[in-house]
């Protein structure tokens, strides 16, 4: 079957990408490994095929949860789609205004150590209750070890996370930070 550009109608050529910045996310520091790309020879308009998107976002979000420093904005943002949360009724549930929580996003204002701390919590109990954490008394005892290792920043820098395309269809516990 040949795959034709949504362009230009030429068919796409495939080719192997050796790392792609993984920008659709949110965020600058995820790279994707070995992903297959479909380029076109006249436009050049690029195509990356993503296998598993749903366990590639739980796997950036599980490793952002676990991350030992503040979550930077696009971070915390990140964490909060993937809670499926709208940003107003995260702010209810963090005791803040949907303005404050606009500002921690965009980066306006430092995102509150507490409310960084919560939304952490708030995944974890997602992972416990869609039933990803195998024990959950262990995995729980994790998070509360990561917060009194956790290092305050006034500006928190970027997790770097290398994800190998081999990995997406299969066990996405072994994303790993770069």
Not at 5 to 18: H, V
Not at 63 to 92: I, N, Q, S, Y
Not at 105 to 122: K, M, S, W, Y
Request: aromatic residues 6%.
């Amino acid at each position: 079957m040949i795959i034709r550009c949504n362009e230009c109608g030429k068919p796409l050529r495939t080719r192997m990408k050796q790392r792609y910045v993984y920008r659709e996310s949110g965020l600058n520091s995820v790279i994707l490994t070995g992903v297959k790309t479909f380029v076109c020879p006249g436009c050049r308009n690029e195509l990356v095929e993503i296998p598993n998107i749903v366990g590639l976002h739980q796997a950036i979000a599980g490793a952002l949860a676990r991350k030992p420093a503040l979550l930077t904005p696009a971070e915390f943002r990140f964490v909060r789609k993937e809670l499926r949360l709208k940003g107003k009724d995260l702010a209810r549930y963090l005791g803040t205004s949907n303005v404050n929580l606009s500002r921690w996003e965009a980066g306006d204002v430092p995102i509150n150590p507490i409310a960084d701390r919560l939304i952490r919590v708030l995944y974890a109990m997602k992972a416990v209750r869609s039933q990803r954490a195998i024990e959950p008394a262990k995995f729980l005892d994790g998070f509360l070890n990561l917060f009194d290792k956790l290092v305050s920043t006034k500006r928190p820098r970027p997790l770097p996370l290398e994800i190998p395309a081999d990995r997406l269809a299969g066990d996405m516990a072994t994303t790993t930070a770069r």
